[in-house]
Structure formats: structure tokens, C-alpha cells
């Protein structure tokens, strides 16, 4: 292996990637939108639900219990209905997600000392959501039917909570440090899937294969420039991370990067095998969006957590390479883990690593035909 | 004249399909998608949260101690996988997100109970999944409470009883997979013909073979038609394809009308497509294509109410949906399958899916001939 010919193929495609400023800027623009995005628009939290009340009691307490339901900030009352038939058609048209009736005899039975009875639907389609609205509406009435009686007396079981290591449960920091090792995977193979792929396609590969060039030196030529592009992209993530989204960053930078080169190597070369093998641009795309993005979006716990998926699934997420990474950055990030805590993950990607350069290396035939 | 424009594009349409399936991994690529996004989105993605890995350290080892910890258990919300030894435990399971619940028994519980003498419980939980943790401590108080509740009913007899009843409509056992193996549907058409559309076209130009194309007596109505047609079949099978899957396998309800499907589905393909066409007039490449398609899809996937509700977005972001072409399928298909929704209710998001279709078609279409002159 020479380190010249490395650095003439890095230099064509180097060459290659600035004649083509639009798909740079867009390697670039990518992260940055997909973080603010997250960042901004998307928030876990649920809250301001839309609620329809068909208030048949019309007493100082149903409007008590319709202002707690108001106050807590969990539901937003958008419409007052006049007659039951309101409440079937604003679920259905998607206007209301909750309704609650509350009925005619409702502060008579309360005043009576009687159950009262309280109804209430909710539109099920959105499971998260209905079952949080349903979560809430009962802790509400439970806490309305105490404070109506008066009773201040303290439950017999105290519960002192704490959380660790985001207290104050903001969703933005969990999702941004593991969507950064999305991006990565991500970028790491939009951008290589089709690198090779394309000099079949153009005929320029029979010029490289009458140069000396060897293949472990053409892989590695081909990776360095999108290795470079990859970090950059991932100190952009980084910064805006802290400095735009203030999520703390508590970990070594030194680990931080290590680490990153390693993904970042294993994720280009993933790349460069899918490019290999089809040879065809439409092919690779196709295939790198179902053997990178979906599994690193999906079953890498960066926000659908593994403890919740079937156990066959768990397992399969197990050979997910940006699952180790995701834990990586989360760890780093928010708990300030150490090597100690890290390296199980650590050698996963190492492996990752030394598997597809590997095999890129085998799959990689210098033959015409 | 038609019969010979129809010809026309018949023969571009064959050779369009030769192409794309000259390459038989494509044949396999066509089916395997939909399917793998079906499975996963059928079994792994939920935000229902159950089976929280918990730890136990328990300090009191009474009866009282023991019950609590059988009633998380039973609850199905919690998973005890440790039962600890000493504090330093805890931390490391923490740190080493081996769990993500620790509950705390102190010395002394039972006997404060028996005596009616508040007690405390304490719980510590890894914030670093922040939805999880904020579920689990909420699983956790109210199971505790109900507890505490029981063993003093005196207390909650004072207060008013108000006898809760809910109901959850259209999707009663309110599983998650009802509500994304439909939206699975709107993602496969959206990701497969942007990125086939896009990259077909700008292949044409890349290798060369536009401009024998261009030669042709082909009009540029015709190529565009030629060209998408086939993605309209492959979207419109894959469409058939995990609606199937969905039904038979998921048991996904089809409350709504069958006619309705095909007819949103055709609509939806008209901006999917168009935005398609649009992308492939802009990129000269076919990486260029495979970026823009990205830069495109992933926000548009993140701002439709796919997974994360809309209503909980800020403003600015709410408005930006109402281009989203994604944003009004997903209503659509979502309300035909689970709320069994007709014509009377759909209809505004079918026009609004018309009307960006229109647009995207016309702007394309325009583009494109500029493109080839």
C-alpha cells in the first residue's frame, strides 16, 4: 500500500465533491436542518390537547372541574357542545381529541354524597396520546374530587423522586445527542452509497482499473474526503447541540472524537460496500435508505426506547451499528460516562469497523465484466 | 392523434418497466421495503412505554415492602431485574443504563405504616429518555398512592367519588400499531416513487440516453407521463401490498370505504410524483437527486403527524405543515382506516392534496421542457 496513490484517488475525489457544490452544500445542510427541526418543531411533551366539554350540569362545579381541566395546561377546551351529536362529530372530523360529558345530576350526586358519574372519550387513533389525556383526566378528577371536599390530608406514602442526569426531563436533550448518530449514519452512507457505484455506471472505473492503484488504497483514497466532510458535519452537530440548544455536554471531547472517527470509518465504509456490490446508482440508493436510515432512525433507541420493542426485534437491534453509538453520545452527553461505562459499546463499533472495511475490501473486484 | 400520443406513451412506459427491472435486485427491492417498514413500524416502534427495567433496593424486607414491589410488578409497567444489595448498586445500574427505575425501601416502612405515620418511598429515574422517565414516574406514583390508599381508606372515603368512565374510540385497546401501520402506507409511496421518480429521470440525462430520447417524436407531456406512470404502479402496488400485510397480519381494521383508498391514493401521487418530477429538474446528477430527495423526505416525514403530533408544534412549524403533502394523506388514510371516515368528512384534505398537486405538476411541467430545449 502506498500513500501516494491514496492521496491522488483523495485528491480526484476531492476534485469530484467541490465540482459539485450541491451536494456538498446539501451534506452540510442536511444535519443543521434535521437538528433544528428536532431542536424546534418537535417536543414529546404532550400538552394543550384539543377537548370538546358538553357541560349538561351547568353548576358551580362542573365549571370547576371544567376550569382545573383548563388550568393544568394538559387540555385545551375548544368547543362547548350543545347536544350530544357535537361530540361524535368533532371526534370524527379530528377537531377534539377528548370529550368529556359531564351529566345532569353531577353536582346533585357530589352534594348527596353519591358517585358521580363523569364520561369521558378520547379519540384512540394516537395511542401515546390518548393514553397520556387518559392519564392526566384521572389524576385531575381524583385531585378535584380531594379538593372539592376539602380533604388536604397527605397520603400515608410520601414519594421523594429524583432524576438523574436531565432533571429536568426535557425531551430536546435526550433526542439531540442521539440524533447526532443518526445524521452520521445517515450522511455517512447517502454520501459513499453511490461513489463507486457511479464510475460503474460512467465508465470511468475502467481508467482507475488500468492505473497501478490497489483496492485497499482506492477504498481508503474514495473514504478520505467524505471522512473529512463527515467530521465537519459532525463538529457542526456538536456545536449547535450546546451552543443553540444548550444540552450539556459533560463527557470527554477527546473520547468524544476517537469514537466518532471509528463510527464515522465503519459507517463510509457500509457505504462503499453497498456501492460495490450493486454497481447501480437507483439500486444503492434504495438500498442504503433501508440498511442505513431506517434501522438507524428506528431501532437504534435514539427515541424509540429497546426496552419497549418485541424481543425478536431487541435482538435484531443488536446488530445495528448506530444503536452502540447512540448510547455512546447519550452517555457522553448527559452523564459524562467515562471510558469504563463506554467501552463495551466502544468495541462494538470497532468491530463494525474493521467487519465492513473488510469486506469491502474482499467484495471489491478490479476486473472489467 | 390521441391513439398515436397514447402509443406513445405506452412504449416509454415499456421500456421504463424493461429498465427498471433489467436489474432483479430492483424486483426484490420493489417488495422488500414496504414489507420491512411494515414490520418494524407493526412491532418495534411505540412510545407506549411498559417493561421499565427496575431495580429494587429494599431496605425493609417486611411484607408490606414486598407487596408494593409485587404491585409494580404486577402492573406489567415495570420489569424488576435487580434486587440490590447497597447504594453503590444503584449508580452503576444508573450510570451504566442497566435500568431505568430505582426504587428505594427505607428501614422503618412497614412499621410507620402499621402505626399510620407517613412514610416515604423513594425513586430515582435515569431523565436521560425523557418521555420514559416522565411515564415511569407517573406509573410509579399512581401505583404507590393507590397503595397508600388502600392500606388507609378512611382518607379517601371523605372525599367525593367521582366515578371515571372512559372510553377510547376508534381504536379501543389503543394500540400504537392501529394508528402507524396505515401511515406506513403514505411513507412507502412517499420515499419509494420520490426517490425512483427523481433518480430515473436525472439517470436519462447523466448516462447520456436524454437526448436520444429527445429525438424521438416523443412530446415532453409524454416523457413526463412515460416516466412516472410506472412509479404510479409500483406505488400503487406497494400500496395493495402493505394494506394487505396490514390487514392480515396486524389486523389493522378497514373501517372506511374501499373505493375511497385507491382514489386518495391516486391524488396523493399526483404531488408525490410532481415533487418528484420538480427535484429531478433541479439536480444534474444522480447524487444530487439522492440528497435532494433526502433534504426533501425527512422533513416532510417529521412534519406530518407521522409520529409527533402536530398540535404540539409552535406556530411557525403548524403553518409549514399545510404544504405538506404527507400531512393530508395521513389524515386521510388514518380516518378511512380507524374512524371510517367518508367522503363528507375527507373532503377538504382531499382538495388541499389536489390543489398542491396541481401546483407541483404544473411547476414541474414547466421546468422540465425548459430542461430539455
Redesign the interface.
Known amino acids: 500500500m502506498k500513500f501516494i496513490r491514496i492521496k491522488a484517488i483523495a485528491k480526484k475525489e476531492m476534485l469530484q465533491i467541490v465540482r459539485?457544490p450541491?451536494?456538498l452544500a446539501?451534506?452540510f445542510?442536511?444535519p443543521a436542518?434535521?437538528l433544528l427541526?428536532?431542536g424546534?418543531?418537535?417536543?414529546?411533551?404532550?400538552?394543550?390537547?384539543?377537548t370538546i366539554v358538553h357541560d349538561l350540569d351547568r353548576s358551580s362545579l362542573s365549571r370547576e372541574l371544567i376550569a382545573d381541566l383548563t388550568a393544568s395546561g394538559y387540555f385545551k377546551v375548544v368547543r362547548y357542545a350543545e347536544h350530544h351529536r357535537e361530540i361524535g362529530d368533532s371526534?370524527?372530523?379530528?377537531v377534539a381529541r377528548v370529550a368529556m360529558t359531564i351529566p345532569v345530576d353531577f353536582s346533585r350526586d357530589?352534594g348527596a354524597?353519591?358517585?358521580?358519574?363523569?364520561?369521558?372519550?378520547?379519540?384512540?387513533?394516537?395511542?401515546?396520546?390518548?393514553?397520556?389525556a387518559?392519564?392526566y383526566?384521572?389524576?385531575l378528577?381524583?385531585i378535584?374530587?380531594?379538593r372539592?371536599?376539602g380533604?388536604t390530608?397527605?397520603?400515608?406514602?410520601?414519594?421523594?423522586?429524583?432524576?438523574?442526569?436531565?432533571?429536568?426531563?426535557?425531551?430536546r436533550?435526550?433526542i439531540v445527542p442521539g440524533l447526532i448518530a443518526v445524521i452520521m449514519m445517515?450522511i455517512a452512507a447517502?454520501l459513499t452509497s453511490?461513489c463507486i457505484a457511479?464510475e460503474w455506471?460512467?465508465g470511468t472505473m475502467e481508467q482507475l482499473i488500468a492505473t497501478p492503484v490497489k483496492t485497499p488504497e482506492l477504498i481508503l483514497g474514495k473514504m478520505a474526503p467524505y471522512f473529512f466532510i463527515g467530521f465537519i458535519d459532525m463538529a457542526l452537530s456538536v456545536t449547535m447541540a450546546v451552543l443553540l440548544f444548550g444540552v450539556p455536554f459533560k463527557g470527554s471531547l477527546f473520547l468524544l472524537t476517537v469514537i466518532s472517527g471509528v463510527f464515522l470509518f465503519g459507517g463510509l465504509s457500509f457505504g462503499i460496500i453497498i456501492s460495490i456490490i450493486?454497481k447501480?446508482?437507483?439500486?444503492s440508493?434504495?438500498?442504503s435508505?433501508?440498511a442505513t436510515y431506517?434501522p438507524a432512525f428506528?431501532?437504534s433507541g435514539f427515541m424509540?426506547?429497546i426496552?419497549?420493542?418485541?424481543r425478536?426485534?431487541q435482538v435484531l437491534t443488536r446488530i445495528v451499528p448506530a444503536r452502540y453509538f447512540v448510547?455512546i453520545l447519550?452517555?457522553l452527553f448527559?452523564?459524562g460516562?467515562s471510558v469504563r461505562?463506554l467501552i463495551a459499546d466502544a468495541v462494538f463499533l470497532l468491530l463494525f469497523a474493521v467487519i465492513t472495511f473488510t469486506v469491502a475490501n474482499r467484495k471489491f473486484v478490479k476486473r472489467i465484466g | 392523434m390521441l391513439s398515436e400520443s397514447v402509443e406513445r406513451i405506452k412504449q416509454m412506459v415499456v421500456k421504463e418497466f424493461i429498465q427498471i427491472f433489467r436489474d432483479k435486485r430492483m424486483k426484490a427491492i420493489v417488495f422488500v421495503i414496504p414489507l420491512l417498514q411494515t414490520m418494524v413500524f407493526g412491532y418495534a416502534v411505540t412510545m407506549d412505554v411498559n417493561n421499565i427495567p427496575t431495580a429494587v433496593y429494599d431496605l425493609d424486607r417486611s411484607y408490606e415492602s414486598r407487596e408494593l414491589v409485587r404491585r409494580l410488578t404486577a402492573s406489567g409497567y415495570f420489569d424488576v431485574l435487580y434486587t440490590l444489595g447497597s447504594p453503590a448498586e444503584v449508580q452503576d445500574l444508573l450510570d451504566r443504563s442497566k435500568v431505568t427505575l430505582s426504587v428505594q425501601i427505607n428501614r422503618g416502612f412497614s412499621a410507620d405504616l402499621h402505626r399510620r405515620i407517613p412514610t416515604a418511598v423513594q425513586l430515582l429515574v435515569d431523565g436521560t429518555d425523557s418521555n420514559t422517565g416522565i411515564v415511569a414516574l407517573d406509573y410509579a406514583t399512581r401505583i404507590i398512592l393507590k397503595y397508600a390508599g388502600d392500606l388507609a381508606p378512611s382518607g379517601s372515603q371523605l372525599a367525593a367519588r367521582i366515578d371515571l368512565r372512559q372510553r377510547a374510540w376508534y381504536n379501543p385497546e389503543l394500540k400504537s400499531k392501529n394508528y402507524n401501520v396505515p401511515g406506513v402506507i403514505a411513507m412507502v409511496i412517499m420515499l419509494t416513487s420520490l426517490l425512483l421518480t427523481s433518480m430515473a429521470v436525472v439517470r436519462e440525462r447523466e448516462i447520456g440516453t436524454m437526448e436520444q430520447l429527445m429525438v424521438t417524436p416523443l412530446r415532453p407531456a409524454e416523457l413526463i407521463m412515460g416516466k412516472t406512470i410506472p412509479f404510479a404502479i409500483i406505488a400503487f402496488f406497494d400500496m395493495i401490498l402493505v394494506t394487505a400485510f396490514g390487514v392480515l397480519v396486524f389486523n389493522i381494521p378497514i373501517n372506511g370505504s374501499l373505493v375511497l383508498l385507491p382514489l386518495s391514493t391516486a391524488i396523493y401521487l399526483l404531488s408525490i410524483l410532481g415533487i418528484g418530477l420538480v427535484i429531478s429538474t433541479v439536480a444534474k446528477t444522480q447524487q444530487q437527486a439522492l440528497m435532494s430527495t433526502f433534504l426533501f423526505y425527512m422533513p416532510a416525514v417529521l412534519l406530518s403527524g407521522f409520529m409527533f403530533p402536530i398540535e404540539n408544534m409552535p406556530d411557525f412549524f403548524q403553518y409549514l405543515t399545510y404544504a405538506n403533502p404527507l400531512r393530508y394523506f395521513l389524515i386521510i388514510i388514518r380516518g378511512l382506516f380507524l374512524k371510517g371516515n367518508g367522503m363528507e368528512i375527507l373532503w377538504p384534505q382531499m382538495a388541499a392534496l389536489l390543489i398542491i398537486g396541481t401546483v407541483v405538476i404544473t411547476l414541474s411541467a414547466l421546468r422540465f421542457r425548459k430542461r430539455l430545449v
Open positions: 459539485d450541491l451536494s446539501m451534506g445542510l442536511m436542518l434535521l427541526i428536532f424546534y418543531a418537535i417536543s414529546l411533551d404532550v400538552d394543550d390537547i384539543t371526534l370524527d372530523s379530528g357530589i354524597g353519591r358517585v358521580a358519574r363523569l364520561q369521558v372519550i378520547v379519540d384512540g387513533s394516537d395511542s401515546n396520546t390518548a393514553t397520556i387518559l392519564g383526566i384521572a389524576a378528577s381524583e378535584y374530587g380531594r372539592i371536599s380533604i390530608l397527605k397520603p400515608l406514602i410520601e414519594i421523594r423522586s429524583r432524576v438523574w442526569y436531565n432533571p429536568e426531563l426535557k425531551s436533550n435526550f445517515v447517502l453511490l457511479r455506471e460512467r450493486t447501480s446508482q437507483l439500486v440508493s434504495q438500498i435508505v433501508v431506517l428506528l431501532l424509540f426506547s426496552s419497549n420493542m418485541e425478536p426485534l448510547a447519550k452517555g448527559l452523564k460516562s461505562f
